[in-house]
C-alpha cells in the first residue's frame, strides 16, 4: 500500500499526454471546437463557473452517497437473509431477478411524478435500485462461497448460525461485496446525473449539462462531467480504502491491486 | 470406575434414506474407545471410516444405534465441547492471525481476553511455532498449517481429539515431523485420539489400536493392538513395526483393499 512516486507519477504522464494530445488536435482539426471543447476551455469553463459547480457536486454528491448507502445496507441485510433463511431464497431470488431485468434508469420519469419534479427523493430511490442489485447478487454469493470444512468445525464448537456467519461467511463475501461496491460507487454517480435529467433539483450537475448543452455551451457541459467524474473517482477510491482497511490480510490487498 | 471415552452399540448410518441413492454406510458397529488410548480407523474408500467419525462429533445423525461420549450422548458431548476436531483441510481462517485462530474456540467459550492469550501462547510453544503468532495463515507453509489446526483443536483441553485424515495433504517428510509431534503432544497431555488414515505406516506409528473397516456396508472387520513402546526415530526400522504393517495390510487385503 505504500505510495511510490514512480507508480503515482506513470498514471499521470499518461493523462497528461492524453490532454495535450487532446488540446493539439482540435487545433488541427477543429479550430472553432464546436463538437468537442479543447481541455483548456473545460477548466476555464470550471474556473467560470466554481461556485455553481461547487453547489451542484453537493447536491448532486449527497443524491449519490444517500442512495449508496441505503441501497449497500438494504443489499447486505437482503443478501443475509436470503442466505440464512432457504424460504426466503427460494421466494425472492426469482423476483429479484425479475426486479434486476428493469432497466431502472427508465423509471426515472415516473419516480419523478410520484414524488415530485423537483424533489431530489425519485433520483435517491433510482441510485437505490441501481446500486442495490450488484450488490446483493455478489454478496449473496460470496455468502455461499464459505469453506464446508470452516462451518463443520465451527458445528463442533456448537456454535449459532449467526456466529458462524459472522466468523465464517461476512469473511469470505468480502472480496466480493468490495469488488461490487466498486462497480455500485460509478453506477451511482451515473444513476444520478441521468436520473437528475428528469427531474429533482435543478442546481444538481444533470441539469446543468442538459441546459448546457441545449444551449450549445459543451465545455459548460463538459464540465460538468469533469465534476461527476471527480466525484465517482473519490467515491471509488473511499471504497478502495474501505477495503483496505476491512481485510488487510488478502493476497489482492497485500498485493495492492485496485 | 472410569468412563469409556467412546461407546458406539449398533451404529447404522444410512445416507439418503428410502430414497433411489440410498447408501448404507455403516452397519452395525460396535466399538469401545478407553481414556488414553489413540486408536486409527483404517480402510479402503466407503468404508465409512469419516462417517464414524462425524457420527461420534455429532456432526451427523445415526441411523440406528447409539453412541455415548465421555458417558453422555454424542450430541451433548459435542455441545459441552468435550472434543476437538481437526480436518484433512486445516481449514484456518485467513482473516485471522495464527494466535487468532487458536483463540477461536476460547472465544466462543467466551474466555478473557488475557486467558486467551495466555493458552494460545502455551499452544503455539506446544506445536513449536512460537514466533508465529502474529502471522496471517497465507504466510505459514501446509505442515506448518496443519500444526496450527492441532493447537486449535487442543486449545481448550478436550478429553478427545477426532482427527479426520488431518496429514493426508503433506509430504512425506512434513509429515513424519508432525505424527512425532503428534504423539508427544498425546503423550504429554492425556487426550484420547481417534485418527482417520489411509496410510497403513501412519497408524501402525501413531496408535495403540487399529480399527480395520470394510466397505459396503461400512463394518468393523478387525481390531489389531499395536504394542510398541514409546515411538523414536528407530521405530520404523523396528521389527515389531514391520510386523505389524504387516498384520494390518494382510487385514486390509481380506476386505479387498
Given at each position: 500500500?505504500?505510495?511510490?512516486?514512480?507508480?503515482?507519477?506513470?498514471?499521470?504522464?499518461?493523462?497528461?499526454?492524453?490532454?495535450?494530445?487532446?488540446?493539439?488536435?482540435?487545433?488541427?482539426?477543429?479550430?472553432?471546437?464546436?463538437?468537442?471543447?479543447?481541455?483548456?476551455?473545460?477548466?476555464?469553463?470550471?474556473?467560470?463557473?466554481?461556485?455553481?459547480?461547487?453547489?451542484?457536486?453537493?447536491?448532486?454528491?449527497?443524491?449519490?452517497?444517500?442512495?449508496?448507502?441505503?441501497?449497500?445496507?438494504?443489499?447486505?441485510?437482503?443478501?443475509?437473509?436470503?442466505?440464512?433463511?432457504?424460504?426466503?431464497?427460494?421466494?425472492?431470488?426469482?423476483?429479484?431477478?425479475?426486479?434486476?431485468?428493469?432497466?431502472?434508469?427508465?423509471?426515472?420519469?415516473?419516480?419523478?411524478?410520484?414524488?415530485?419534479?423537483?424533489?431530489?427523493?425519485?433520483?435517491?430511490?433510482?441510485?437505490?435500485?441501481?446500486?442495490?442489485?450488484?450488490?446483493?447478487?455478489?454478496?449473496?454469493?460470496?455468502?455461499?462461497?464459505?469453506?464446508?470444512?470452516?462451518?463443520?468445525?465451527?458445528?463442533?464448537?456448537?456454535?449459532?448460525?449467526?456466529?458462524?456467519?459472522?466468523?465464517?461467511?461476512?469473511?469470505?463475501?468480502?472480496?466480493?461485496?468490495?469488488?461490487?461496491?466498486?462497480?455500485?460507487?460509478?453506477?451511482?454517480?451515473?444513476?444520478?446525473?441521468?436520473?437528475?435529467?428528469?427531474?429533482?433539483?435543478?442546481?444538481?450537475?444533470?441539469?446543468?449539462?442538459?441546459?448546457?448543452?441545449?444551449?450549445?455551451?459543451?465545455?459548460?457541459?463538459?464540465?460538468?462531467?469533469?465534476?461527476?467524474?471527480?466525484?465517482?473517482?473519490?467515491?471509488?477510491?473511499?471504497?478502495?480504502?474501505?477495503?483496505?482497511?476491512?481485510?488487510?490480510?488478502?493476497?489482492?490487498?497485500?498485493?495492492?491491486?485496485? | 470406575?472410569?468412563?469409556e471415552a467412546i461407546r458406539a452399540t449398533d451404529v447404522?448410518?444410512?445416507?439418503?434414506?428410502?430414497?433411489?441413492?440410498?447408501?448404507?454406510a455403516l452397519l452395525n458397529i460396535d466399538l469401545v474407545i478407553e481414556p488414553g488410548e489413540f486408536v486409527t480407523l483404517i480402510g479402503p474408500s466407503g468404508c465409512g471410516k469419516s462417517t464414524l467419525l462425524?457420527l461420534i462429533?455429532?456432526?451427523?445423525?445415526?441411523?440406528?444405534?447409539?453412541?455415548?461420549?465421555?458417558?453422555?450422548?454424542?450430541?451433548?458431548?459435542?455441545?459441552?465441547?468435550?472434543?476437538?476436531?481437526a480436518?484433512q483441510?486445516?481449514?484456518?481462517?485467513?482473516?485471522?492471525?495464527?494466535?487468532?485462530?487458536?483463540?477461536?474456540?476460547?472465544?466462543?467459550?467466551?474466555?478473557?481476553?488475557?486467558?486467551?492469550?495466555?493458552?494460545?501462547?502455551?499452544?503455539?510453544?506446544?506445536?513449536?511455532?512460537?514466533?508465529?503468532?502474529?502471522?496471517?495463515?497465507?504466510?505459514?507453509?501446509?505442515?506448518?498449517?496443519?500444526?496450527?489446526?492441532?493447537?486449535?483443536?487442543?486449545?481448550?483441553?478436550?478429553?478427545l481429539l477426532l482427527m479426520d485424515e488431518p496429514f493426508g495433504a503433506l509430504d512425506e517428510m512434513t509429515r513424519e515431523h508432525v505424527q512425532d509431534e503428534l504423539l508427544r503432544i498425546w503423550q504429554?497431555?492425556?487426550t484420547t485420539v481417534v485418527f482417520v488414515t489411509h496410510s497403513v505406516p501412519e497408524a501402525v506409528y501413531l496408535s495403540t489400536r487399529v480399527v480395520v473397516m470394510s466397505p459396503r456396508p461400512g463394518q468393523i472387520s478387525t481390531m489389531i493392538d499395536v504394542d510398541l513402546g514409546g515411538r523414536n526415530q528407530f521405530t520404523r526400522d523396528d521389527p515389531g513395526f514391520h510386523q505389524a504393517v504387516t498384520e494390518v495390510r494382510k487385514a486390509l487385503r481380506v476386505v479387498g483393499a
Open positions: 500500500m505504500r505510495f511510490r512516486f514512480a507508480e503515482a507519477s506513470a498514471p499521470l504522464v499518461a493523462g497528461v499526454g492524453i490532454l495535450l494530445l487532446w488540446e493539439g488536435s482540435l487545433w488541427i482539426l477543429s479550430p472553432d471546437g464546436f463538437v468537442l471543447p479543447p481541455p483548456s476551455d473545460i477548466l476555464g469553463s470550471v474556473g467560470e463557473n466554481a461556485s455553481e459547480l461547487w453547489t451542484a457536486a453537493r447536491i448532486t454528491g449527497w443524491v449519490v452517497v444517500s442512495g449508496l448507502v441505503v441501497g449497500v445496507a438494504f443489499a447486505v441485510a437482503a443478501s443475509l437473509l436470503v442466505n440464512r433463511f432457504r424460504l426466503a431464497r427460494e421466494a425472492v431470488t426469482p423476483l429479484m431477478v425479475a426486479v434486476n431485468a428493469i432497466p431502472i434508469i427508465a423509471l426515472a420519469p415516473i419516480f419523478n411524478n410520484w414524488f415530485g419534479l423537483t424533489s431530489p427523493r425519485s433520483n435517491q430511490i433510482i441510485v437505490v435500485l441501481l446500486v442495490f442489485f450488484p450488490v446483493f447478487i455478489n454478496t449473496v454469493k460470496g455468502l455461499s462461497l464459505a469453506d464446508s470444512s470452516q462451518i463443520e468445525l465451527m458445528e463442533t464448537y456448537a456454535a449459532s448460525q449467526w456466529r458462524i456467519t459472522r466468523e465464517v461467511r461476512i469473511p469470505t463475501a468480502m472480496p466480493l461485496f468490495f469488488t461490487s461496491l466498486k462497480v455500485a460507487s460509478s453506477l451511482a454517480v451515473i444513476g444520478a446525473i441521468v436520473a437528475e435529467y428528469f427531474g429533482g433539483r435543478q442546481d444538481a450537475l444533470g441539469p446543468m449539462i442538459t441546459q448546457a448543452a441545449g444551449l450549445t455551451r459543451y465545455a459548460d457541459a463538459w464540465a460538468a462531467v469533469l465534476v461527476g467524474t471527480i466525484v465517482g473517482t473519490i467515491l471509488y477510491f473511499l471504497a478502495v480504502a474501505a477495503e483496505r482497511a476491512a481485510m488487510p490480510w488478502h493476497d489482492s490487498v497485500r498485493r495492492g491491486s485496485i | 470406575m472410569t468412563t447404522s448410518k444410512v445416507f439418503n434414506l428410502g430414497k433411489t441413492n440410498q447408501v448404507a462425524r462429533a455429532s456432526l451427523i445423525p445415526t441411523t440406528s444405534g447409539s453412541i455415548s461420549v465421555n458417558g453422555k450422548t454424542a450430541e451433548q458431548a459435542r455441545l459441552d465441547q468435550d472434543y476437538g476436531m480436518f483441510k486445516a481449514g484456518l481462517f485467513d482473516w485471522r492471525t495464527v494466535a487468532k485462530n487458536i483463540e477461536l474456540p476460547l472465544e466462543l467459550m467466551g474466555w478473557k481476553s488475557s486467558e486467551r492469550k495466555a493458552r494460545s501462547k502455551e499452544m503455539l510453544d506446544l506445536v513449536q511455532l512460537g514466533d508465529f503468532g502474529n502471522h496471517h495463515p497465507a504466510e505459514l507453509s501446509g505442515g506448518m498449517q496443519q500444526r496450527v489446526a492441532i493447537a486449535r483443536a487442543l486449545s481448550f483441553k478436550p478429553s504429554d497431555t492425556d
